[in-house]
């Protein structure tokens, strides 16, 4: 396989609703999808990166000029998915664009040998149980609502996005309407580890999981924390690589792991992170970035491995769009069915992709 060119296609996507979290608000997705043409198939990558640095110094912008500029023309001469990440290993960071990157090169390379994503990165499901992330809302009458609505949906784990002053009355409100829901939440930084003492706050209430209270670059403040509260500490931002992730269980600064392809330059790092946890005896679970159809394929396989034990934040594409760009992912009975096509398994539609496309850019190599 040599790779003849990369495509970076920038997409502009509306959500169905405003999505609140303690870093800042969303209301339609930028996403940059990169195509990689290769002389066997074509490959899909969608990049995590926000419009703004607010969830990590990771930027949709900047990843499009980092693959311009230094990422794509590294990966000139590789003719495998596993020698991108090496190809890429002296640019520090930016592991969102070199994840997305590397997607496309395998979704190509797969396709091309007709194997699957799921097959390629060793799922023993064929189907996945998916949870949903709510945002901050402006009322616990809001959230009540948006939260039973899921339910009715069929979603089987409530996520809250929580900050200090949205924290333990939420979590309350929603344990006394709704029982004993699998209920979990996410402060994405919002708190320091001086807040121990009201974040245990939160122990009465038999949440799956606390995810990101502190720092990103707060390991041992986790670990102090994880000794001062019941609820188990999951780490999502500072799980950069295998590496962070083994550190991070070794110190106790927690006991789940959230696994985000992007977060940590894609799906073959992010399998080493899942090995890691099994290896350890530690839950992990796939997140996600508000993907479309193209993100979501293959983070639904990730979520169909052995070691990804709990619900991902893997929800059905309405639960984002009013429309995706591939055939839409749709709950049966509160699962995702894992795409068993050849690579990711899913194909943009052609009229929705140019519909929301605000621009691409052809990289021949
Ligand atoms: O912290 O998990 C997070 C969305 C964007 C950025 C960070 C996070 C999230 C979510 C939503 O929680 C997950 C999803 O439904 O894709
Ligand atoms: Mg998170």
């Given at each position: 396989m040599k790779l003849t060119g990369v495509e970076l296609r920038r997409i502009s996507m509306p959500l169905v609703a405003p999505f609140r979290t303690s870093f800042g608000t969303e209301t339609t997705r930028d996403v940059l999808l990169v195509r990689a043409a290769t002389t066997d198939a074509e490959g899909w990558g969608e990049c995590v990166a926000m419009t703004a640095p607010l969830y990590s110094s990771e930027y949709v912008d900047a990843a499009a000029d980092v693959l311009r500029r230094f990422l794509v023309p590294a990966v000139a001469s590789v003719s495998s998915a596993v020698q991108v990440a090496p190809a890429l290993a002296r640019f520090h960071g930016h592991r969102m664009a070199k994840a997305a990157l590397e997607t496309a090169v395998l979704d190509a390379e797969l396709r091309a040998s007709g194997v699957s994503f799921a097959r390629e990165l060793g799922a023993v499901r064929e189907e996945v149980p998916c949870g949903v992330s709510v945002g901050i809302m402006d009322s616990i009458d809001e959230l009540l609502d948006a939260v039973g609505g899921y339910l009715d949906e069929g979603y089987v784990r409530i996520k809250l996005k929580i900050q200090p002053g949205w924290d333990v009355e939420p979590v309350r409100a929603v344990r006394e309407r709704f029982g004993d829901v699998l209920l979990q939440v996410d402060a994405?930084?919002?708190?320091?580890?001086?807040?121990a003492r009201h974040l245990a706050?939160?122990?009465?209430?038999?949440?799956l999981l606390i995810e990101?209270?502190?720092?990103?670059?707060d390991v041992l403040g986790h670990a102090e924390l994880a000794r001062q509260i019941t609820t188990p500490v999951c780490l999502d931002e500072s799980i950069t690589s295998a590496r962070a992730a083994a550190a991070a269980i070794r110190l106790g600064a927690c006991s789940i792991i959230n696994i985000k392809p992007g977060r940590v330059g894609g799906y073959l790092e992010a399998r080493r992170i899942h090995d890691v946890c099994i290896a350890n005896g530690v839950p992990a679970w796939c997140g996600g970035m508000l993907e479309t159809g193209i993100g979501r394929a293959a983070n639904v396989a990730l979520a169909a491995?052995?070691?990804?034990t709990l619900p991902g934040d893997t929800s059905g594409s309405s639960r984002y769009y009013r429309t995706d760009i591939t055939p839409p992912f749709t709950l049966r009975s509160g699962h995702l069915p894992v795409p068993t096509g050849p690579g990711i398994g899913v194909d943009p539609i052609e009229s929705e992709l140019t519909a929301v496309t605000t621009g691409t850019e052809w990289l021949a190599l």
């Open positions: 994405n930084t919002a708190y320091t580890v001086s807040d706050r939160l122990d009465p209430f038999d949440l990101q209270p502190l720092d990103e670059e491995l052995p070691g990804c």
